[in-house]
């Protein structure tokens, strides 16, 4: 059985690093995408409250 999956210690989300916490914290590029998703899910909240604030 030679032909097993090469990749099975790499991270389960890209599969292409291995994975590690420093992987999985900042260098995946899944994780990437989670945070740039959370930052635009956080600057429309600040918008909307900026909104509420101004009495409309
Ligand atoms: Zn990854």
């Known amino acids: 059985m030679k032909r097993n999956w090469p990749c099975n210690v790499n991270c389960s989300l ?3 690093m ?3 916490t ?3 914290l900042t260098e995946c590029n899944f ?3 989670v945070w740039n998703q959370l930052l635009i899910y956080l600057q429309r909240q ?3 409250a900026q ?3 101004d009495g409309i």
Do not use: D, M, R, S
């Open 18 to 20: 291995p994975e590690t």
């Open 46 to 48: 600040g918008q909307i």
């Open 22 to 24: 420093p992987h999985l």
């Open 14 to 16: 890209c599969y292409c």
């Open 31 to 33: 994780t990437e995408a």
């Open 51 to 53: 909104l509420n604030t």
